[in-house]
């Protein structure tokens, strides 16, 4: 204590000149670790970025060799390239072929989905409701071979008569057009079964969307005189919408790269066809990379991987696509 | 269209949980009532017994009458749907549906009710609605941004816009304004003394001064414990519960003794 230090009055003890300023500076540097979480959590942001940037470097550096090759070479190189066709002519139909089946199977699945979401969130008596969501969440631990298995040696032969019924009655509409297939293996199973595998996530996804529904919100509909339904309608519905969108594209996000179960049920075929029917109609790109991948040449592999970067280049545009459609209500989402 | 409300031998249950116990009260037509009392005794949960809004929670129940005109809310063919549109609600917290544009939450009851309105009507609607509400003014150039754009205050009359567009026959304010800053809160009661000529008003409050302020009557209910139902302790007119209550315990609650 120094001779020009005031003296202060009372017992308590005189304060030291630049104390609070010491305090309040932050000396400790690092405290709880909270700087080396900061790094971590960019870290982790950042890992993302550059793995999706590596990937995207890795296949356009791996099918360069097919970019960049004249589409008689190709076809000279490879057996099943097609005659005069350039490469994007090769990998239109496959990109048809995939984009038709990821939207058909999203089609049948996202109803149901928000179907079985709303049951369990809303209407089911909790018990019931947790054996439920157990069963379905099951449904997404069956690897995706399994899926082909049945998909291919049970379901199709159960589902082929329905088919016939559909292309004897509904046959004008194009999706159930052409000849229909005896065997069952074509896209309209595939979709089935693309939709049973997608149903879990979107599922799960909707139904913890559907419980965060403001009780304040709900409470208002009901005290409007709305029935359970209503509720659903005025409450739910609307304040769940970015939150299905987004259940559904990541749905279409496993349903675009599926592979083992449209390889195994699909009869292929290369054709801008709707006929969901007909065998030897369409080829997804994931499927037709694991089918000629074995026995592909240097060329081959590269125009495989070409069409795999058509791939990524979708689902990027896809998502992006979905969040576009969130955002353009966002005044509306009751985020503000 | 306001109505007396009779209640008799009342018991509220969540479960085997008694809440509330044996009220009987009157509450009278194109008047205020209001509802005081400690937190957890009771008087919102038996507001919402009014409406029937008490029991979308999972095993509540009710012994006994609440009698509008004379037809009992709980009768065996009363669907509590109706009820819910003769009998509105205002929450604690102003809750207008965030999906919805302003006018959209005007005409969320009537939709429910009656979907095919013409859109003539429907404006005339909103406009008179918002008026009745004293919210007009204030939003009449924007009614197809969000409701939730607005202030606290300005959402809690948008909600009582909502539940006077539906011509409800009782109007049930939980806390109103229990969320809102005092300039707002002296707008609602405003509106409050505007509304009770049309229709019967039942308002809990936290705030004392409020209820001396809005209301006719007054009822207080109070709790013995911790686990023991809550119950009305006495019900009389305002200025005679606020300057000489019969009860001892509404005496002390109320000159602040306690609670």
Redesign the interface.
Known sequence: MTSTQPRTAGPTEPVKPGTTARRLRSGHGDRGGSLAFRWLATGAGILILLILAAVAVFLVQRAWPALTADPSELSDAISWFPEDTSLLGFVGPLIFGTLLAAAVSLLLATPIAIGIALFTSHYAP?RLASALGYVVDLLAAIPSVVYGLWGGLVLSPIVQPVWEFLGTYLGWIPFFGGVVSPTGRVMMTVAVVLAVMILPIITAICREVFLQT?R??E?????????QW?VVR??VL??A?SGIVSAAMLGLGRALGETMAVLMILSPGFLYSFQLLAAGQQQTIAANIAAQFPEANQTGVATLIATGLALFIITLAVNMAARAIVAR?K?????? | MAQRIDVKDLNIYYGAFKAVEDVNMTIEPRSVTAFIGPSGCGKSTFLRTLNRMHEVIPGARVEGTVAVEGVDLYGAEIDPVAVRRQVGMVFQRPNPFPTMSIAENVLAGVRLNNRRISKGDANDLVEASLRGANLWNEVKDRLDRPGSGLSGGQQQRLCIARAIAVKPQVLLMDEPCSALDPISTLAIEDLIAELKSEYTIVIVTHNMQQAARVSERTAFFNIAGTGQPGKLIEIDDTATMFSSPKEQATEDYISGRFG
Do not use: I, K, Q, V
């Open positions: 909790r403001p304040l919100h409470e208002a509909a009901l005290a409007l005189g709305a029935t209503e005025m409450a609307p304040f919408r209500r005044d509306f989402s009751g985020a503000n």
